[in-house]
């Protein structure tokens, strides 16, 4: 079962539009929430993360939202670049679940076309 | 370079074989960790260690073997392995275990097929 879902395998979009990728949980326990990005034949990077506390956090071209509530968080990419292209994984750990105890979704193959 | 290098990047084993993977990170972090990406799954947290102290075992098969000599190097020794265990094992490292929160550095991988 499990508990970080990201329902879209992949994404297309084109390039200077939006990229929204979302996620979502189904833990109560969470409280801190990740996004990573991967290239092909290298490791996932670190992108962005935001606490429970939050419900935006921004970092240049990149916007995390949270909806507590609804238990759904998701990514902006504005403006999307080709340079862009690549899985991103969301992810999710919590005090009460060990923060060591990282849990990832799938992820989602987006594809930012020039 | 990410600071966590893997080696070897790609490795065939039979069955029977006996080998071992590397991770050596020098960014001064004290939290390493193994992950199992198999085919469309998410990554699967396998081994956690905490200055040099295994701290997570995540119900991983003891044909999957971890060794944490020191803080900078992990190893996961690898025997009687099935196909099914053919997948990309990722090392990660952290500053401490309970920072995971502040993003794990990971490495490149190694790609693992068995025969």
């Known amino acids: 079962d499990q508990q970080v879902k990201q329902n879209s395998p992949s994404l297309s979009v084109q390039e200077g539009r939006i990229s929204i990728l979302n996620c979502d949980y189904t833990?109560?326990?969470?409280?801190?929430f990740l996004w990573y990005k991967k290239y092909p034949a290298e490791g996932p990077t670190f992108l962005i993360s935001?606490?429970?506390?939050?419900d935006k956090n921004e970092d240049g071209r990149f916007t995390v939202f949270l909806n507590k509530s609804a238990k759904h968080l998701s990514l902006h990419i504005v403006p999307s670049q080709p340079g862009d292209s690549a899985v991103y994984f969301c992810?999710?750990?919590?005090?009460?679940?060990?923060?060591?105890?990282?849990?990832f979704g799938p992820g989602t193959s987006l594809s930012v076309i020039p | 370079e990410t600071g966590v290098t893997q080696t070897p990047r790609h490795l065939v084993m039979g069955m029977t074989n006996k080998k071992s993977l590397k991770c050596e990170q020098h960014?001064?972090?004290?939290?390493m960790y193994w992950y199992k990406q198999s085919a469309k799954k998410p990554l699967e947290l396998m081994f956690v260690?905490?200055?040099?102290?295994?701290?997570e075992n995540n119900s991983v098969p003891s044909r999957f073997s971890p060794e944490c000599p020191n803080s900078s190097h992990l190893f996961l020794h690898l025997h009687t392995l099935q196909p099914e265990d053919s997948a990309l094992y990722l090392c990660?490292?952290?500053?401490?275990?309970?920072?995971?929160?502040?993003?794990?550095?990971f490495g490149s991988g190694t790609r693992l097929t068995v025969v």
């Open positions: 992810a999710a750990s919590g005090m009460k679940t060990s923060y060591d105890k990282v849990i």
């Open positions: 990660a490292s952290s500053p401490l275990t309970g920072s995971a929160n502040y993003g794990y550095t």
């Open positions: 935001i606490s429970s506390i939050k």
């Open positions: 960014l001064g972090h004290n939290a």
């Open positions: 260690y905490n200055f040099k102290e295994q701290t």
């Open positions: 833990n109560s326990m969470f409280d801190y």
